[in-house]
């Protein structure tokens, strides 16, 4: 329609939810400082970032959710904010990269985690692979991130992830498989030769048919069924 941003124009609309006040006024020096990102809001504590998204009008792409919060923590943030349609995207921020609640918080629908001590640069960077849809974890801590979360896992939940992934094609259960070893939609595109949109529709099917969230999510699935 005339006279609207395209996507790629508007900027990446960022939510700072931290109960230090400290580390919000340090997020927003640093995502200030980049021409394609927004600060729209702050809140002190994941029942604060809740009800700013849901009754206060606050229009947001990406939540940068501490974990560790008063009233409401990160991790019940997150979960209530992915019962919104359709929900924003969460970095969850921690201290210590072996933080039981980053897991959890993964596994709740979070598109990924940033250590507090993350260079200003690579947390931009963060904001804008998370925002396109690109996977922020390294391989290595994706298998190690995925070992955690299923290490409790079951026959159950084994045949349950072989059921969903049966939804997908041949070429979707390939990409799949990719993202599930960590690999980001460009490295796809070249591995398998297909082109970067067509990796980007296969990896939105996934999405649908496997009824997830994010990529952790679809390489948590394929790690059940015993494809990864």
Do not use: W
Not at 4 to 10: G, R
Not at 166 to 178: G, K, M, N, S, W
């Amino acid at each position: 329609m005339a006279g609207m941003s395209t996507p790629a124009s508007a900027p990446i609309r960022v939510l700072l939810v931290d109960d230090d006040a400290l580390v919000r006024a340090g997020l927003a020096l640093i995502l200030g400082g980049a021409d394609d990102v927004e600060v729209v809001g702050e809140a002190a504590d994941g029942q604060l970032a809740v009800d700013a998204l849901t009754t206060g009008g606050v229009e947001v792409d990406l939540v940068l959710m501490d974990i560790r919060m008063p009233n409401l923590d990160g991790l019940g943030a997150t979960e209530r904010i992915q019962q919104m349609d359709p929900p924003p995207l969460v970095i969850v921020l921690t201290t210590f990269d072996a933080d039981d609640y980053v897991v959890r918080a993964l596994a709740a629908g979070a598109s990924g985690f940033l250590l507090k001590d993350t260079p200003p640069a690579r947390i931009v960077e963060a904001v804008r692979k998370v925002a396109a849809g690109e996977p922020m974890l390294s391989p290595s801590v994706t298998e190690s991130l995925i070992r955690r979360v299923t290490e409790n896992g079951s026959d159950r939940r084994r045949d349950e992830s072989r059921r969903r992934v049966d939804r997908l094609t041949e070429r979707e259960l390939e990409v799949a498989v990719a993202v599930g070893r960590g690999l980001s939609n460009a490295e796809i595109s070249k591995e398998m030769f297909l082109s970067l949109a067509t990796v980007k529709a296969h990896v939105s099917h996934i999405f649908t048919k496997l009824d997830v969230r994010n990529r952790t999510q679809i390489a948590i699935c394929v790690h059940d069924a015993g494809l990864v």
